[in-house]
């Protein structure tokens, strides 16, 4: 809490909380516990970051099937969410549900486009993100998580190339 608050009141712009709450096939928990034991602690610290620095977005990262569990991450106070898994969820269901309560960050398949892929496959889902997810804004297009290791360099690039080419008047 206190290195949260610290980076806040020195005007840090996005503060991560990190902790996977879910896997590939849903929450570790159910949300009465998450409301019981880990709701009133992040409470507590997204409170002494907005009290610090209201213009600090609060950022949490949990891996997994987590769509059951979004409403009560917005009720905590949870404002952009990663990695958003496209082989456990469905990015465009979320935007069309959430989207006007939480942002997105992630989406980018490094479990099958991105190491198996070809430089198209990859282009191709960035530009699929980007109009399912990222219309009306609230979308931030990332890796879903850290890039395998054996990550073909071309598809990683293609990420990034697809993010600069993609017309955003279309939107």
Known sequence: TERAVIAAKAGVDIVALIGDVAGVNGPMFSIGMWDEFLKPGFMKLIKAVKEANPSTYIFFHSDGELASM?????DTGIEILNPVEPNCM????LKRK???????????????????GTVADVKNEVYTRIKTVGY??????SNENSFPYDAPL?????????VQDFNYDSL
């Open 90 to 93: 469905d990015p465009a269901m």
């Open 70 to 74: 979004i409403p009560a991450f917005i």
């Open 154 to 162: 071309k598809n990683i690039l293609a990420m990034y190339e697809a």
């Open 98 to 116: 959430f989207g006007e309560k939480v942002a997105f960050h992630g989406a980018i398949s490094v479990q099958t486009t991105i190491p198996n």
């Open 136 to 141: 009306n804004g609230g979308y931030m297009v």
